[in-house]
């Protein structure tokens, strides 16, 4: 995108030049017509934005002087020119834009030289105008005078309102997005162990999104803004590198599940640890007093204070036993619906890979639903 337009246009002007009055014999002569324009006076006329243009020779030079007997000149001519035409795309390609086709005079003054649009449809466009990605809307003519050192300079405007046809790019560039999208999502409903199979598919997408994003700059200009296009393929870019770093972290959850069921098969618990757990509770456990005893043999104070059984006694049970009661009626009972929903998945590899089914389509939608209410909102704002 050059920032330009091409059109072909049929310009005339009208001016009156009281020297070239002639008798019409009664009304028989109408008018005479000229096809060399360096015969009469003319006004030194440019296109101010022009950045090329030529005339039309084929098959005969395409422009004809028509001198009325009232001294009135009559100049059309057929040209091809390409504009200039500076665009703003922050909402690029959801945006619209003017571009003006500018007439003025290159070296007679306002007080010489004076352009005046024809009153009554000044401009005429044809009817079976067709854009391949624009529609014209409508457009406006006005003035725009330039003064500067060497004095005031008429000048004619004609502002064109062109509205880019949007459907081109959903189904060029939007749509097949989402599709990248979704498809990096397919890794997470692949098995842990399939690891070529879902690298492949995270390295396929993510270099296929980025190769469409290059393709989609390389035909625009480089400005220093962002564009409206430049934020969802980023964040589509995003998902998908989201969805490979996704991968990553359950193979990193998977070979720590496994080294911890290496660990417990390889040392497992003593049975007889167990059946001690079991049988009795640690603070009912009495010490064997007669045997150490008989390895001191002291008999005295120390031997009344080792005997005293480790029991409590059964009212600081009783009041152990309200305090936790009271505790439990006090603390609301909270049943957590997730957690009895992924305790139903043994492992964290696989808890990671059922949160990101839903939590990745959750969050586009959400994006979905921002991105398109504003940029539809601030076209909106634009139009009006």
């Not at 649009?117 to 105008?129: I, S």
């Not at 492949?200 to 993510?206: A, D, E, P």
């Not at 390889?266 to 064997?288: A, F, G």
């Not at 049943?335 to 990671?352: D, G, H, Q, V, Y």
Request: net charge neutral; glycine share 4%; proline share 5%.
């Amino acid at each position: 995108m050059q920032q330009e337009y091409s059109v072909q246009l049929t310009f005339r002007e009208q001016w009156l030049d009281e020297r070239l009055r002639f008798n019409d014999f009664g009304g028989r002569l109408k008018y005479l017509t000229l096809t060399d324009a360096s015969r009469v006076w003319m006004p030194d006329l440019f296109f101010s934005n022009e950045k090329e243009g030529h005339f039309h020779n084929i098959i005969m030079p395409n422009v004809y002087i028509r001198i009325f007997p009232n001294g009135s000149v009559l100049y059309s001519i057929r040209i091809s020119l390409t504009l200039s035409c500076p665009m703003n795309l922050k909402l690029y390609p959801l945006d619209r834009q003017v571009c003006s086709l500018r007439m003025a005079s290159y070296g007679w003054t306002t007080d010489d030289l004076v352009f005046l649009w024809k009153e009554g449809d000044p401009v005429q466009v044809v009817k079976n105008l067709h854009l391949p990605r624009f529609t014209l809307e409508k457009f406006f003519t006005d003035y725009c005078n330039s003064k500067t050192n060497t004095g005031e300079y008429s000048c004619l405007k004609v502002d064109l309102l062109f509205k880019r046809e949007f459907s081109y790019y959903l189904i060029q560039i939007y749509i097949p997005c989402c599709m990248l999208v979704i498809v990096s999502w397919v890794s997470f409903w692949l098995d842990q162990s399939a690891v070529p199979a879902r690298v492949s598919l995270g390295v396929t997408t993510l270099l296929t999104m980025a190769t469409q994003t290059s393709g989609i700059n390389a035909s625009l200009p480089p400005v220093s803004y962002t564009k409206a296009i430049d934020i969802w393929t980023g964040v589509c870019l995003t998902f998908v590198f989201g969805a490979l770093l996704e991968f990553a972290l359950v193979n990193y959850a998977s070979r720590s599940d496994m080294h911890s069921d290496n660990i417990e098969k390889k040392y497992p618990p003593s049975e007889t640890e167990q059946s001690t757990s079991m049988d009795l509770p640690s603070d009912q456990v009495e010490p064997d007093n007669s045997s150490n005893f008989a390895m001191t043999g002291y008999d005295g104070p120390l031997q009344h204070s080792l005997q005293k059984p480790l029991v409590r006694q059964p009212e600081d049970t009783m009041s152990v036993d309200r305090m936790q009661h009271c505790e439990l009626h006090m603390q609301p009972r909270k049943k957590n619906c997730c957690r009895s929903w992924l305790s139903k998945f043994p492992t964290r590899s696989k808890r990671i890979d059922v949160i990101s089914r839903i939590f990745f389509p959750i969050v586009f939608a959400f994006f979905n639903l921002a991105y398109w209410s504003t940029y539809l909102f601030r076209e909106e704002e634009q139009n009006e």
